[in-house]
């Protein structure tokens, strides 16, 4: 089992930045593929960004391309979201989730492990 923990989240004008955090611990060899996602109030759970062991393949969300860029610190167990040019349409609270079992990046239901979160609030 994988522990997750992340930190970065606050409240930003539209246009400003931020960045997410998500430190691992635990079984963290099996962590192959780490991603995010965000739930806005009365919606459901959306996949933002994944990464993929070594940082080499990486997927995002239509919605976030270009804004967005997901990175790793192999060494800190540690992936980062960047979080540029912020809408606020991206209001919400972001989960970092590993534990791959595999299928699509983007199904929530492929990961068995998630952090409690971080709200991010962006006002226009």
């Known amino acids: 089992q994988v522990h997750l923990v992340e930190s970065g989240g606050g409240s930003v004008q539209a246009g400003g930045s931020l960045r997410l955090s998500c430190t691992a611990s635990g079984s963290t060899s099996t962590n192959y593929c780490m991603a995010w996602f965000r739930q806005a109030p009365g919606k459901g759970r959306e996949a933002v960004a994944a990464l993929y062991t070594g940082g080499i393949i990486k997927y995002y969300a239509d919605s976030v391309k270009g804004r967005f860029t997901m990175s790793q610190d192999n060494a800190k167990d540690t992936v980062y979201l960047q979080m540029n040019s912020l809408k606020p349409e991206d209001t919400g609270m972001y989960y970092c989730?590993?534990?791959?079992?595999?299928?699509?990046?983007?199904?929530?239901?492929?990961?068995?492990?998630w952090g409690r979160g971080t709200q991010v609030t962006v006002s226009s």
């Open positions: 989730a590993a534990g791959f079992r595999g299928g699509n990046w983007f199904n929530a239901s492929g990961y068995s492990s």
